[in-house]
């Protein structure tokens, strides 16, 4: 039998808007980093910056999004009043 208890989950960590994240999964719902980042997934999109890329990645939030360590993303909110 073999003794689980002293395994370390895997952790990944990430940043959103400047903010440091940490998950315990590489890979979540574009809605779910969101609200890890404490943001409704229904009024912000998710975008991912990359290094050397000028245009960053999309995400609705129903996306699979592949998370690796020092991932950089952004939120956009997606309609604001205009006074």
Do not use: C, W
Not at 54 to 76: C, L
């Amino acid at each position: 039998m073999t003794d689980t208890s002293n395994l370390k989950r895997h952790q990944v960590h990430f940043t959103l808007d400047g903010r440091k994240l940490v998950a315990d999964t590489d890979r979540m719902a574009a809605a779910a980093i969101l609200r890890l980042g404490g943001l409704n997934p229904a009024g912000y999109d998710l975008k991912q910056v990359r290094p050397g890329h000028r245009d960053p990645i999309d995400y609705a939030d129903t996306d699979e999004v592949a998370i690796s360590n020092g991932d950089k993303f952004v939120s956009v909110r997606q309609t604001a009043t205009v006074a």
